[in-house]
């Protein structure tokens, strides 16, 4: 199911192929967010353009609409969506935390208030599997709790222990009717070792497909996320792929690829982009600057992208200033397009032994 | 520069080529509008795929934001917006129309309370030229008025006088510095055909490259707008292309092309997708209405386009309700694409001999 097709001599680094029911996805991979059945602003072809390997949808979004059992009736997530390719789906974790205020932590689940209409639904590790069977993600994540930075171990080990109780549910109802959707484990702990020292320990117990580490990128400071994620990844099995759950910045890739991470996902490419803000080698730049608006030159000129061949900064920042939904979309391809030549280079570097 | 490669028996109607600066365009045509430098929502691939021949750009909003001395110093508008085929550009005669409470029509132009930060703006004659000249558009349109409906005939004769002598002094302005951008003539008139006799009389005594049929598709009847075009277009020389300004629903073509229309542009298939709109055989639906959330049909059935080979209608309500960019992009492609279909079908008419 993963294969490690370069292991670094000099780190924990390596390259590896993750095989899913529709088709391997070569690693490291940042993966694009479809929280709602679309790459915010981004074409279905021009995700291929970019070989675009694999995508994210989100359980709690597709669920309150259009619902995961209209998706299944109507051919699977991947059919709904015309994307034929890998998806991932997140389990609604993350909402338990970013929706703090429209939900209730029960023992055996978490009930939401919608955010669109009031209404009030339960998302349980068993429920947020079928929904995930109806949506046909190739890759599945088990309900758990993401606790906000900071808080205290204490909280930390509370929402932990549910989260394990949680996942092993998950993990023995994922059991009883295997198919080819794989499951990962998703490891917490906040920023503190000895917990995610049990959470690793704990959850390495199961045979997941993967595992996740979640808790992260939630507001605390760049050397606390890269300390936690290498910490915890030399507590994941090394021939199971490791997955660093909302995490994308291009500032981020290199220390956690050299840790061992194989997989990334994260709004900000798509999210900068809907405010004007694209990757450069020089560091985050917003279009709506003036000092563009006569710049004929791409985004950035190092950039391989369709946009950044086609399109001049003073284009893209006309577009912006004028609202025009190209300006968001173009944007939205480079950034996703700049992480994924940075991955590239990265990943040179492991194959010549420079990493 | 304009041949008719076939004339029907039966009526008016022709199919031509008229050549440009980039390239042969095959009429009768359909010219999606990208007011801002963009076909709204429409990335220039989709248009490509859709065969599009060629777009509009407008020159009062091109001229306030980024201003056409940007557009020309960044290469012309082709350039600018990556689009290497013909280019119309609209004058600002329809700005002077539906921006009437942010303008003044004096004896020789018209000056513009920008709707953007309130700054004035002078459109003369030469100074439009001087704009399109610096955008570069293959096909050029003279400053007019465009009357309201329903006007006095005195109002529109009024407004015709002053359009008249604005085309002569745009016409000797193009002639004097003559290269390869067309000019077309612009006829007004209102709704009265005594005085649309008058403007295509006054207007053909000049070499314009073309003549379009302004000032209508301004709230007039069908009936009106089919009796007038009509009546116009047998007013204007056979062997010049006739353009049909602002009009371009699926029920506007057929009776238009058989009175010997080559040319259209309308914002409509483009503006009313973004309000959920889309063109099939059976009428104009919108994708908001609950009907379409478990349908698993394409927009229309018979429908060729990239998008109706790709995607349900409960998934492109799924983005509408969830008010995700991909929605009114994919509605508007399906738009376009539909009265292209609708066109190519009624050039076959032609062609067979049965319009």
């Known amino acids: 199911m993963f294969e490690i097709t ?59 609409r259009p619902t995961s059992e209209r998706i299944r009736a109507l051919g699977g997530l991947h059919h709904f969506m015309n994307w034929q390719k890998p998806i991932l789906t997140d389990s609604g974790g ?82 009883k009717n295997p198919n080819d959707q794989l499951l990962f484990g998703l490891v917490q702990g906040g920023t503190f070792k000895s917990s995610r020292k049990l959470s690793a320990e704990a959850l390495t117990q199961h045979d997941f497909s993967g595992f996740s580490i979640g808790g992260l990128s939630v507001g605390e400071p760049l050397e606390i996320l890269n300390e936690m994620t290498d910490y915890t990844a030399q507590l994941l099995p090394k021939d199971k792929p490791r997955y660093l759950m909302g995490v994308g910045l291009p500032e981020n890739f290199r220390a956690a690829i050299k840790s061992g991470i194989d997989m990334f996902d994260c709004v900000a490419p798509t999210r900068l982009a809907r405010h004007g803000n694209f990757f ?12 563009f608006q006569d710049d004929s030159e791409p985004l950035d000129s190092a950039c391989q992208c369709p946009v950044c061949k086609q ?45």
């Open 94 to 175: 993350f909402q338990v935390f970013s929706l703090q205020n429209q939900r209730t932590i029960e023992p055996d689940g978490v009930t939401f208030k919608s955010h669109l209409d009031g209404s009030k639904h339960r998302l349980t590790p068993k429920r947020v599997i079928d929904i995930q069977r109806n949506l046909g993600s190739d890759i599945m994540m088990p309900l758990d709790i993401c606790t906000p930075y900071p808080s205290t171990q204490e909280q930390v080990d509370h929402d932990m222990a549910i989260t394990h109780r949680w996942e092993k549910e998950a993990f023995d109802y994922w059991q």
């Open 311 to 355: 399109y001049s900064r003073a284009y893209i920042r006309h577009l912006n200033m004028a609202n025009e939904a190209l300006g968001a979309t173009l944007l939205s391809i480079h950034n996703i397009a700049f992480v994924f030549q940075l991955i590239e280079s990265i990943k040179s570097e492991i194959r010549s032994g420079d990493l």
């Open 6 to 64: 370069v292991q670094s001599k000099k780190s924990n680094a390596r390259l590896g192929v993750l095989h899913t029911a529709h088709g391997p996805i070569e690693t490291p991979v940042f993966m694009p967010v479809g929280t709602q059945a679309t790459v915010k602003g981004v074409p279905v072809d021009a995700l291929h353009d970019l070989q675009t390997q694999i995508i994210l949808g989100n359980v709690y979004h597709l669920n309150l």
């Open 280 to 291: 450069t080698n020089e560091g985050k730049k917003n279009i709506r600057n003036a000092q």
